[in-house]
């Protein structure tokens, strides 16, 4: 089985604070996505990497920056964090063969901004 | 932007009966429609899947169909069974894909 694992499944934050969101996958999957979760909202995208060290905008990467040094890990970072950036984010990973492919996700982890 | 838009936003059914979420997209280079389950606390998952090459495809219960000229794209569930109660959420897209706002689908028994 696929297993997509976030560090942290719930975190309380202060504003202007700097927040670290690590995510590893253990399939070799090229791919890593983060998206965030707002009810009424659906899942946005807010980086994803398609190789080591490459990344690419999703469509609100506004205040967020991404970090994957090694192929199994994708960090995302909020370098201050805003009560707006409260969410649940989620880590996903895929295999992709010329072409989109299944998204395997974290738990997910719930971030408190105070 | 590109987007996708997803309804209804709530639906309810009574256990054997049907259920149909439909979708429409904007991105007309869209190839990949995927579609997720979200119970309550867990992680979205992949239940079916289908590529524009293809109009129509069924899993037991489950079927997805695609008019790309329309840009449409709905799930149908069939003989619905209390534990299909989830959000469900569609998807389209290419390499990367955009996702609808979800349906929270309740079958009551």
């Known amino acids: 089985d696929v297993k997509v694992t976030q560090s942290s499944r719930y975190l309380v934050k202060r504003t202007g604070e700097k927040v670290f969101l690590e995510c590893v996958q253990d399939?070799?999957?090229?791919?890593m996505f983060w998206y965030r979760q707002d009810p009424g909202l659906g899942l946005r995208l807010i980086y994803f990497?398609?190789?080591?060290?490459?990344?690419e905008k999703g469509d609100i990467p506004e205040g967020y920056s991404v970090s994957r040094e090694k192929k199994e890990r994708f960090s995302l970072i909020l370098e201050s964090a805003s009560t707006n950036q409260t969410s649940m984010y989620l880590c996903?990973?895929?295999?992709?063969?010329?072409?989109?492919?299944?998204?395997?996700f974290g738990e997910g982890s719930r971030l408190t901004v105070l | 932007g590109e987007n996708v838009e997803q309804h209804p936003s709530t639906l309810s059914v009574q256990e054997g009966d049907s259920a149909v979420i439909k979708c429409t997209y904007s991105?007309?280079?869209?190839?990949?429609f995927p579609w997720y389950k979200q119970e309550l606390g867990k992680r979205p998952q992949l239940i079916i899947d289908?590529?524009?090459?293809?109009g129509e495809k069924k899993d037991q219960r489950i079927a997805v169909t695609l008019n790309k000229t329309a840009k449409h794209f709905s799930l149908h569930i069939t003989e619905t069974q209390p534990e299909d109660s989830a959000v469900y959420f569609c998807?389209?897209?290419?390499?990367?894909?955009?996702f609808g706002t979800g349906t929270r689908l309740k079958v009551l028994a």
């Open positions: 996903a990973s895929s295999f992709q063969t010329g072409g989109a492919g299944e998204l395997f």
């Open positions: 399939m070799d999957h090229e791919n």
């Open positions: 990497s398609y190789d080591v060290k490459m990344k």
């Open positions: 991105d007309s280079a869209s190839n990949y």
């Open positions: 289908i590529r524009s090459n293809v």
């Open positions: 998807a389209a897209g290419t390499y990367k894909y955009i």
